[in-house]
């Protein structure tokens, strides 16, 4: 079954110039409301090191309460780059994701979003065994994205 395990990670995908996590949106909602949507500084809460927004404040408390719940697998990074690169595309599409067996994956586009869900069964356990090597490069102080991106 894809996506048994978990891969939600201790990096946080924040973007190349954003310092938040997904851009600024409330990943609570993609479960809520099915769709991205916006957060709000006045819904911020620190989890990881790292400021997430949400648009409410029910969502911000549901997510205090289960972070790893709601948190996107693979740090927010493109689930299908991890799955079949091992490596990152930092500017992930907010609007492209999926929800597989309950957990979160964004997507660098909506075309690569759907063709990640059509091969869910092949391409989660991938990314759940590559991840920890990804994320192991990400966490090195100044991480050389060369290496990252060229396994």
Known sequence: MAGA??????SVN????GGVAIMGYDTVAY???GKA??????FSYEWLGTPWHFASKEHKEMFMSEPAK???QYGGY????VALHESVTVNVDPEAFKIIDGKLYLIYDEGNAAAFADN???LVPKGDAKWPVV???LAVDEPDWNLINNP
């Open 78 to 81: 493109c689930a299908g780059e």
């Open 14 to 17: 924040t973007g190349y110039f």
């Open 31 to 33: 479960f809520t409301d």
């Open 120 to 122: 869910a069964d092949d």
């Open 5 to 10: 395990g978990s891969a939600f990670a201790d």
């Open 135 to 137: 994320e192991a490069k």
């Open 37 to 42: 949507v916006k957060g709000s500084e006045d």
């Open 70 to 72: 709601y948190a996107p």
